[in-house]
């Protein structure tokens, strides 16, 4: 039986020890940390460099972001907050999301964001 290749795929892990376990059984598949506690998120970042950290939309500043840059972990927000359910925002608040330039964004509406990443003015990475 063909096997997809691991490359092609990020898995969430909910622990440190979950990712060990994960890098252990496949090497090369890529892992979002989905923890809350920054301490976690941090020494998840230092065993898998490149990989990724997912914060909430509502705990997204550029300081947290640049914090886990330095430690080499790639950035993935999820829109929405307690009021909004799981990918979803507003276009203001996607605006000044993409603003602060994390690697990828979790949303539910293309055409949100279609519409909005012109208007962002986002400059190119350095």
Known sequence: M????????IVGINSVSD?????????????????????????FAALFPGH?????ETRTTSERI???RGRKAKIMVTCGSLAKPSGDTDRDAF????RLRPDGVVL???GLALRA???AAVPPAK
């Open 108 to 110: 539910n509406n293309p």
């Open 2 to 9: 063909a096997h997809a290749d691991p490359v092609r795929f």
């Open 117 to 119: 990443v012109p208007d």
């Open 95 to 98: 605006i000044q999301l993409l």
């Open 19 to 43: 990712g060990l376990a994960v890098s252990k059984a496949v090497p090369d598949i890529r892992q979002v940390a989905l923890m809350h506690d920054d301490d976690e998120l941090a020494e």
């Open 52 to 56: 990724w950290i997912r914060l909430h």
């Open 66 to 68: 640049e914090h886990f």
